[in-house]
């Protein structure tokens, strides 16, 4: 299978990501180069495999560990928000969002 | 079950609901959770998703959604998995929330809920846990929006139901029945106004017999009146559009209180492909049988099982029972009243008739009714050993509800409404009676029954209502029989 | 400097300066003004992203007076440098990325807050390719690295500056991020020891995510022993992260000095079993990479050790797998840097899409935009199943060939990559042919297993090869130990490039 620029420009579009005409271009033969080295792993049969989410599970059971229902953070917004673009009354400020 | 038609359609509803739970802190930070504080006061790094932090669950919510799966009789999953949903908007920090997707932790259940009289089963798809977005502030700032993240990352449970509702009624009723389950479990505030419980509605008609139509997802709802607007304005749409030839486009719709019409969501219209997969942070949430076992051991008694003894000990009509069980308060309400009177019936009547309608129209909760359960118990004992009859402790009621008094026996004395007891004085007006009225006497005697019952008139006016009907039948009799 | 150390202070290890400042032959704020020195003389390298001189003269002070104060420590007052991955809250945070220009973070990542509180000086923060993506340093935004042993070629990435710092002798040491190869490759390419940890034994807090799945930070330094000093003050348990594995804090340092049943000293290595999997040694292995490899492992085998042929018959599968599975947890990873909350945004944009669109466009380099183009299509609708689930299985069964390769030997060996660094530039027009470059790396790297790079002498151009050992799960006491026996009796690692 090939991508098409339809399937590139589609992709940018989900990631948010504005690519010029020559990146798109250049884009396109290298993911298509990169697919092509990644069908060799549709040729193996993994049927009854298990996927391998955390590394650890290789080995041993791997549960989620659960924070007790305590606050424990207090109001650090100056210090949260010294790295903001745009902040006005403690709010981040963003271009119009429409509903 | 046949199906009430719109216009010759079938409506279908599905509901999700977005519950917040209760915790102290977030689902993933130890940030609080309290309602209204200042913007961005409680969004820790990360709640704002600064690069390096990552998140770690919250006992608490689980917790939470343990006791609802129970309560629901759903399957609470031993292994359930965290998902990222990808999608870029302001309020969601991250550029994902997480979620869960293909392993929820409660899966099945069903909720019961009575429409009128008639019982409804809707059977739920299943619950997952998930973290809240923050809040998009629309007031101007020089044409910008502002962004506040304090919500960002209060714990969700997203409810969501089969497409088994019919109606806007019984999707209204679901949705209260739900909501007053979550209060009851003490997992979800309720509180509607503050967002603490969401309605997401998806609508769709079909004519009956064909497959299902296609479907329009009422987002938001916050009220049960809204749902009910929300869902008749839509559903008038969708059969106008279907009668009009056109094809219904599935959308996210928004509902607007003033005009009462339902809108598509524009920011909606790319969120297509949100590229779900489990969250490399979170590894699964592995939910042990001896969890399942202590939360059940400390659930609260159940609003269907305390129905059921409702009809079992206390004798009362199933309707009765789910009546008196549709929040803890009314069913501590209802079980004062009744050790108070012993009558469960008549404080069954009372809770449902009375007090509802004044309840409802002052828009009050049972636990601030004007006229506590003891006070309805003393009252209704006063029915009951005949003191005074049902329209004198109609009378009654009223002065303690507007506060005229909170004392019964006093009321009772003050308007002077008790029943005549005393048979002397009762014989001595009754012999006046049949004397003044010779004719109907002569009548009954000569076998015409409606005399008698004129004459029992004349007594009860001769006693301005104060006698016991019974007891002025029995003399009679025995005076006319002699 | 005083002292009677022969050796300048910059030639000397951490377990050496250790030593030095415990006798007070030196203080810190001396060896912290004459590592300073030293980094400004070799900024040509561009291994440094921030320096902040006085704040670490200010801290080697402090560790002084604490030392004065009768506070000891293997680390206290050891000048150190950071990759500019770690968030910190008093110096600058840009992971290489112009995304982050400027950003400050308001916390300290866990792994260097625990450095610093060991009393360890932090001279600034390390060059690295952006958010840890290559293997050249030549993704950075802020410029390339030189390889102190050829200024012509790269030091290795993504952690090239710690790299190129600690070969350099600008630092004893310094942290590293290995993700798929990301410490155990540049360690390799110029001639220093380093070494990734089991997942899970370092915390990921404060470490801005590549793939959630795979990144490790760990050591990087001039000796296995230096390492094991390090490895134990930066790892241990952390609530902030759930896939912090919980156990005590561990003493690598003495796990290394343990010796072997049976060992002599001649023979510290008598019965281990060195297992060589045939697909790390193929056809297209450059010849001096295999001799200088095959040298290493000789002289294990003459301190005891026996090699043992054993298989990995997915290696080359490692690459698709990898290169499926970190680009798409990093284009989710990604999605945070949006120009809301901080960092770069846009200047001119139209709407809130557009703001997000120029923003990402402008901030991101060539390659992570690759990355998460690629992540992005392969958890697509209709994709997920054929490209991100497939692989997550094929790392499963990666991972189980590795518990099978460990019935038959302890330690697993090979090398780390298939040449020694190559020149700036090559290879920069195919993005593709570097991935495969990683194929040694990756496959311990997706089985989530402890792994080392060990100088085991030079190859082409005078080039530094880097051995690479993997251990089974928490094993790095065993693969430390293996590396110090090596270097007790060879020298390699203590070759310096000319003019450091």
């Known amino acids: ?99 | 079950m046949t199906n009430k038609l719109v216009r010759g359609y079938e409506i279908v509803i599905g509901l999700e609901n977005h519950v917040q739970l209760s915790t102290q802190s977030k689902i993933f930070s130890g940030s609080s959770t309290a309602f209204g504080a200042e913007p961005n006061t409680q969004a820790s790094a990360v709640d704002l998703a600064l690069p390096g932090t990552l998140p770690v669950l919250n006992r608490g919510a689980v917790e939470r959604a343990i006791r609802f799966g129970l309560a629901v009789g759903a399957k609470v999953a031993p292994l359930s998995i965290f998902a990222r949903k990808n999608y870029f908007y302001p309020d969601l920090p991250k550029g994902y929330q997480i979620s869960q997707f293909e392993i929820p932790v409660v899966q099945g259940g069903k909720v019961e809920f009575f429409v009128g009289d008639k019982k409804h089963s809707v059977n739920l798809t299943r619950a997952h846990l998930e973290e809240d977005a923050g809040k998009s502030l629309h007031e101007d700032y020089h044409g910008q929006s502002g962004i506040d993240l304090n919500r960002a990352g209060t714990p969700l449970l997203e409810i969501v139901s089969e497409p088994d509702m019919r109606s806007g009624a019984e999707a209204a009723e679901y949705a209260k029945t739900l909501h007053a389950l979550v209060m009851w479990l003490g997992i979800c505030d309720g509180n509607m106004q503050e967002g603490s419980f969401r309605c997401d509605v998806n609508v769709s008609v079909r004519k009956p017999g064909e497959p299902y139509g296609t479907r329009r997802e009422i987002k938001n709802l916050n009220s049960f009146r809204y749902l009910l607007q929300a869902v008749d304005y839509e559903v008038n749409w969708q059969i106008d559009q279907l009668e009009d030839g056109l094809a219904i486009q599935q959308a996210t719709v928004l509902f607007n209180p003033d005009t009462g019409e339902t809108r598509a969501m524009r920011s909606k219209e790319d969120s297509a492909d949100y590229r779900y997969f489990p969250d490399p942070d979170l590894p699964p949430l592995m939910i042990a049988p001896e969890w399942v076992e202590r939360v059940k051991a400390e659930m609260p008694e159940l609003p269907a099982v305390m129905a059921q003894r409702f009809q079992d000990v206390d004798g009362l009509p199933a309707y009765d029972a789910t009546m008196m069980t549709q929040s803890l308060a009314t069913a501590r309400f209802y079980e004062a009243a009744r050790e108070g009177c012993g009558a469960p019936k008549l404080v069954a009547n009372w809770v449902m008739g009375e007090i509802s309608r004044r309840l409802n129209a002052e828009e009050r909760a049972i636990d601030a009714s004007p006229v506590p359960a003891m006070t309805l118990a003393a009252l209704i004992k006063r029915i009951q050993d005949g003191t005074i009859s049902n329209n004198a402790a109609k009378q009654v009621f009223e002065a303690l509800w507007s506060g005229e008094g909170s004392d019964v026996d006093a009321l009772i004395e003050a308007k002077g409404l008790k029943q005549m007891s005393d048979s002397g004085e009762l014989e001595r007006i009754l012999d006046e009676v049949l004397a003044a009225n010779a004719k109907s006497v002569e009548e009954y005697r000569a076998g015409k029954d409606k005399a008698f019952n004129a004459l029992v008139g004349q007594a009860m006016k001769a006693t301005k209502g104060k006698a016991n009907p019974s007891a002025v039948n029995e003399l009679l009799r025995k005076k006319l029989g002699g | 400097m005083s002292g009677l150390d022969p050796k300048p202070l910059h030639q000397l290890g951490v377990a050496e300066l250790g030593r030095a400042l415990a006798a007070k032959s030196v203080s810190s704020a001396e060896l912290t003004q004459h590592l300073l020195a030293r980094v400004t003389s070799h900024e040509a390298l561009g291994a440094f992203l921030h320096v902040d001189a006085d704040a670490a003269l200010a801290a080697a002070k402090a560790a002084d007076a604490r030392r004065a104060g009768g506070d000891t420590g293997a680390l206290l007052g050891v000048p150190l440098a950071h990759k500019d991955i770690f968030v910190t809250r008093d110096m600058p945070t840009t992971a290489g990325s112009k995304i982050l220009a400027g950003y400050r973070s308001p916390f300290d990542a866990t792994v260097l807050a625990r450095l610093f509180a060991a009393g360890t000086v932090s001279l600034g923060k390390l060059n690295c390719d952006e958010f840890a993506m290559g293997s050249a340093n030549e993704n950075s935004a802020y410029g390339p690295v030189a390889n102190p042993w050829d200024a012509a070629r790269v030091p290795g990435g993504s952690s090239g500056g710690s790299a190129a710092a600690v070969s350099a002798r600008l630092v004893p040491a310094a942290t590293g991020t290995d993700t798929g190869g990301s410490i155990r490759q540049p360690a390799s390419f110029t001639g220093i020891t380093g070494i990734k940890p089991t997942y899970g034994v370092c915390s990921r807090y404060g470490m801005i995510a590549f793939a959630s799945s795979l990144d490790q930070a760990g050591p990087m330094a001039r000796s296995a022993e230096d390492c094991a000093l390090l490895l134990s003050a930066m790892s241990g348990f952390d609530e902030r992260d759930a896939t912090s594995v919980e156990r005590p804090p561990q003493d690598f340092h003495a796990q290394m000095q343990q010796a072997r049943e049976g060992a002599t000293a001649a023979q510290p290595l008598k019965g281990l079993r060195i297992g060589l999997p045939k697909e790390f040694f193929p056809a297209g292995l450059s010849s001096d990479v295999d001799k200088a490899v095959r040298e290493g492992l000789s002289q294990m085998e003459k301190l005891g050790a026996t090699l043992v042929e054993v298989s990995l018959p997915r290696t080359e599968l490692a690459i698709p797998v990898y290169y499926i599975i970190a680009p798409a947890e990093a284009s989710s990873n990604l999605s945070r840097f949006d120009g809301v909350k901080f960092g770069h945004r846009a200047a001119q944009y139209d709407d809130l899409l557009d703001m997000y669109k120029k923003t990402r466009a402008e901030g991101f380099g060539a390659e992570v935009k690759r990355r998460i183009m690629i992540g992005s299509y392969v958890l697509s609708h209709g994709y997920y199943d054929a490209y991100y689930l497939q692989a997550q299985k094929l790392r499963r069964m990666i991972a189980d060939d590795f518990q099978q390769c460990f019935t038959q030997c302890d330690l697993i060996a090979g090398p780390v990559a298939p040449t020694v660094a190559w020149k700036h530039g090559e290879g920069k027009d195919d993005p593709v042919k570097a991935y495969l470059a990683d194929i040694f790396t990756l496959p311990g790297s997706l089985a989530g297993l402890p792994g080392m790079s060990v100088p085991v002498g030079f190859g082409e151009g005078g080039m530094p090869v880097g051995l690479q050992l993997l251990g089974n799960y928490f094993q790095e006491g065993r693969l430390l130990h293996a590396a110090h026996a090596l270097q007790q009796a060879t020298d390699w690692h203590q070759q310096a490039p000319s003019g450091y």
């Open chain 1, 1 to 99: 299978m090939a991508l098409t620029p339809q399937d590139v420009s589609r992709i940018a579009h989900l990631a948010r990501l504005e690519l010029q005409e020559a990146e798109s271009a250049a884009l396109l033969p290298q993911l298509n180069g990169f697919f092509s080295i990644v069908e060799q792993m549709s040729a193996v049969d993994t049927r009854g495999v298990e996927p391998l989410y955390t590394p650890l599970s290789t080995v041993q059971q791997v549960a989620l560990r659960l924070r007790e229902d305590r606050v424990t953070e207090s109001n650090q917004r100056e210090l949260n928000q010294r790295s903001a673009p745009a902040v006005e009354d403690g709010l981040f400020l963003v271009p119009k969002v429409i509903e």
